[in-house]
T-cell receptor
Framework: KAGVTQTPRYLIKTRGQQVTLSCSPI?????VSWYQQTPGQGLQFLFE???????NKGNFPGRFSGRQFSNSRSEMNVSTLELGDSALYLC??????????????FGPGTRLTVL | KQEVTQIPAALSVPEGENLVLNCSFT??????LQWFRQDPGKGLTSLLL?????REQTSGRLNASLDKSSGRSTLYIAASQPGDSATYLC????????????FGEGTQLTVNP
C-alpha cells in the first residue's frame, strides 16, 4: 500500500505571496491532519479534515486554510506569506483520526521557505 | 493545557548499547501515546502506539511503556545500531483535544559505530 504523499516537496516563495500544498492520504484513510514543524515551536497542529469537513482547528491565523476532497486528498493554503511561515509542513492520515485512537501515518513533508 | 517533555534533548551512545528515552506529560487523562522517529529533513515514522489501557508495546528491538498515573512513558531500544540515529518524538492524544496530537520536542539520538 502506498504511503502518504505530499507535493511539492520543496517550495520557495516571497513575502506576500500565497501557496497551496497537497496531501494524498493512504488509500482508505478518511482523516487528514496538518502540522507545522519549526525549530523554535516544534510540531504544532493546524487542522484536521474528515469526510470533507474540518473537524478540528489549531491556533493559527485565518491565513491558514484547508480543504478536503471527496477522494480524501487534502490541500492546505497559506495566504499573504510571512517570513515566520517558513517551516516543514507535514500531513498525517489515519482511518478515523486520532479521535478514535488510530495510528497517525505521516508524509515526507513540504519544506516551505519564505524569502 | 497538555505539555509534553522529552529528556534528554540529545543522546550519543556507542553501537550495541541499550538505551532509554523518556517522555513525560502533564495531564494524565490521555487516550493514547505514540512514539515516532524522524530522520533529518524527513517526515515522521510511527514506531509504537500505546492505548491508555495498555502498559507496554513491543516491536522488534523497541519496547515502549506507559504509566498514566505518573505521566510518563519510556522508549527502550535494545542493542542500538548506527541506523537508529534519528530524532525520536513522543505524542499524546486526549479525547477532549479533538484530533490533535501534542508532541514533545524530541530526543536526538546518535549511535556511533
Amino acid at each position: 500500500k502506498a504511503g502518504v504523499t505530499q507535493t511539492p516537496r520543496y517550495l520557495i516563495k516571497t513575502r506576500g505571496q500565497q501557496v497551496t500544498l497537497s496531501c494524498s492520504p493512504i488509500s482508505g484513510h478518511r482523516s487528514v491532519s496538518w502540522y507545522q514543524q519549526t525549530p523554535g515551536q516544534g510540531l504544532q497542529f493546524l487542522f484536521e479534515y474528515f469526510s470533507e469537513t474540518q473537524r478540528n482547528k489549531g491556533n493559527f491565523p485565518g491565513r491558514f486554510s484547508g480543504r478536503q476532497f471527496s477522494n480524501s486528498r487534502s490541500e492546505m493554503n497559506v495566504s499573504t506569506l510571512e517570513l515566520g511561515d517558513s517551516a516543514l509542513y507535514l500531513c498525517a492520515s489515519s482511518q478515523s483520526g486520532a479521535i478514535k485512537g488510530d495510528t497517525q501515518y505521516f508524509g515526507p513533508g513540504t519544506r516551505l521557505t519564505v524569502l | 493545557k497538555q505539555e509534553v517533555t522529552q529528556i534528554p534533548a540529545a543522546l550519543s551512545v556507542p553501537e550495541g548499547e541499550n538505551l532509554v528515552l523518556n517522555c513525560s506529560f502533564t495531564d494524565s487523562a490521555i487516550y493514547n501515546l505514540q512514539w515516532f522517529r524522524q530522520d533529518p529533513g524527513k517526515g515522521l515514522t510511527s514506531l509504537l502506539l500505546i492505548q491508555s489501557s495498555q502498559r507496554e508495546q513491543t516491536s522488534g528491538r523497541l519496547n515502549a511503556s506507559l504509566d498514566k498515573s505518573s505521566g510518563r512513558s519510556t522508549l527502550y531500544i535494545a542493542a542500538s545500531q548506527p541506523g537508529d540515529s534519528a530524532t525520536y518524538l513522543c505524542a499524546v492524544y486526549r479525547e477532549t483535544s479533538g484530533s490533535r496530537l501534542t508532541f514533545g520536542e524530541g530526543t536526538q539520538l546518535t549511535v556511533n559505530p
